[in-house]
């Protein structure tokens, strides 16, 4: 790993971190960063204090002037070179963030392919940021609406998905013509400095000043900090709930604009008619992947009850055959959790749903010895459980997999809308008119609804985000641009007289 680090620019083994700030000169508290893959250290990272963050700000206020004066096309093409460097380091930062964060190192390389692909997008929707034209109700009027930049856009990301998420919302933000200031989850720093050092190189060779991407390694207090700076123009924050209704209250409180994209409780219905053949890799896939720590991970699956003991028996079988281990071996599914505190809320919560009736399919364990000896590694577990479980409202961010029967499809609907969150949902069945109704104002009340696919893998063209306790924000593709613009209308009167709207007489 310390090959890869400094491929990325990386010195081991010791960092700090604050962009704006010579040699990331952070004066905070030090941070002793480890890998869940093997409990070894990374290296060392100096938290930001507000100080800091002053100059950081100074920053990028400085290159904003810069950058905004550029036209959108200059600006996509800035972003296009990060695309093709971030082609040559896929490999390098694809693995830094796999032993970082603990993910198989196939879904490290998707991470950074996300990456790219929004890059792509961006550079396309730097030519397409379009205002409409409307016709005025005055003679001789010309009437439209036009985007201009915000300003600073304030990330916050989280830990699951280390540089993917940042770069939704950075691709958008800059060909948008804003600058950006990141702040990513104190357990993974160190893929964010590389993206970041990936992305300085690009901006020094086309002479640009670095403030138009800023990285700050800072504890909650920075993340309050941010949520109440009148000089955050939009503040996109991905995390808990709890965090987000935190930045929404201090981002509301100063009228500011935010995009949170919160916690996930995702199911999958399995209807009578479901082809089984595809529903369980995908089953399998969604709720073992990144070891249970997507906010899209299948965390409920509500089953008809003629296809639940035959499908319940083929996903133990399936998880039976899962290979847990060291996820920079591709021969594995599964890498651990993100640390200990993750385990514990694992074991905690497999604890309350046998006390409420709950029944452990298969898993329920800790892996301990030989290569699991950072005490990360968990059996991916399948609860058989009842719609009337607390627990089953509640996210974990493991890799544990609630099945609840149903009989009729209102019923399997009423099961899985009835959660506090409302991200990413699924339907298997043959029948177009039960996905129909899935689809429709009667059926899911998620952001994603998908069909004959699983919960996760979800792709950049489209925006990304849910409803309810998942905040309502949208990050990624379609016209998600528009949350980092601010609207303009105007209207321009071309005539020798001076008509007034709503046909008023003023005259004098």
């Known amino acids: 790993m310390k090959e890869v680090l400094k491929n990325l620019g990386l010195k081991a083994p010791f960092y700090s971190a604050s962009t704006g700030l010579k040699n990331w000169g952070g004066k905070g508290e030090i941070l002793n960063i480890t890998s869940p893959v093997d409990g070894e250290v990374i290296g060392n990272i100096n938290l930001i204090e507000s100080s800091d963050y ?103 990301s989280a830990f699951n998905f280390p540089v993917a998420v940042w770069a939704w919302n950075a691709a958008l933000a800059w060909v948008c013509g804003n600058v950006c200031i990141w702040k990513p989850s104190e357990k993974t720093p160190f893929s964010a400095l590389a993206c970041q050092e990936i992305f300085k190189k690009v901006l020094k060779r086309n002479n640009l000043p670095e403030g138009i991407s800023n990285v700050i390694i800072g504890d909650s207090s920075i993340g309050k900090k941010m949520s109440s700076d009148k000089d955050i123009a939009l503040l996109s924050a991905t995390g808990s709930t709890k965090m987000g209704k935190s930045v929404a209250e201090l981002v509301g409180k100063r009228l500011g604009k935010s995009i949170l994209e919160l916690g996930g409780n995702n199911a999958i219905i399995v209807a009578e008619d479901a082809d089984l053949n595809h529903a369980v890799p995908a089953i399998v896939f969604g709720a073992v992947g990144t ?88 059996s991916p577990t399948i609860i058989e459980a009842t719609e009337d479980m607390p627990i089953v409202k509640h996210e974990t961010f493991a890799p544990i997999l609630y099945v609840v029967p149903y009989d009729t499809l209102d019923r399997a609907i009423a099961i899985q809308n009835n959660v506090p969150q409302g991200l990413s949902s699924s339907i298997f069945t043959l029948n177009m008119r039960k996905a129909e109704i899935f689809l429709s104002h009667l059926g899911s009340d998620c952001g994603i609804a998908n069909v004959n696919i699983g919960t996760s893998g979800a792709e950049i063209g489209g925006a990304f985000g849910g409803e309810k306790e998942t905040g309502g924000g949208r990050e990624s593709g379609s016209d998600a641009w528009k949350s980092y613009m601010r609207r303009q209308t105007c209207t321009v009167n071309y005539s020798t007289d001076l008509p007034l709207a709503q046909g008023i007489k003023f005259d004098l």
């Open 291 to 378: 070891a249970g720590q997507r906010c899209t991970s299948t965390r409920r699956l509500i089953v008809h009850e003629s296809q639940y003991q035959m499908l319940l028996e083929k996903l133990v079988k399936a998880y039976s055959q899962l290979r847990i281990g060291n996820p920079l071996d591709e021969n594995n599914h599964v890498g651990p959790l993100i640390d200990k505190m993750a385990v514990e809320a694992y074991l905690a919560t497999i604890k309350i749903a046998q006390e409420q009736g709950g029944k452990i399919a298969i898993g329920g364990k800790v892996l301990e010895g030989g290569s699991y000896d950072s005490g990360c590694y968990v």
């Open 54 to 156: 002053d100059i950081v700000i100074l920053e990028a206020k400085k290159a904003f002037t810069i950058w905004k004066a550029m036209p959108a096309p200059e600006r996509g093409e800035i972003v296009r070179q990060f695309g093709d460097a971030l082609r040559l380091e896929k490999e390098n930062l694809g693995k830094l963030v796999s032993y970082e964060m603990g993910k198989s190192v196939q879904e490290g390389y998707g991470e950074v392919q996300e990456m790219i692909d929004i890059c792509d997008f961006a550079v396309g929707l730097s030519r397409q940021l379009y205002g409409l034209q409307m016709h005025s109700e005055r003679p001789s009027h010309r009437m439209f609406e036009q985007w201009h930049p915000l300003g600073i856009v304030g990330i916050i």
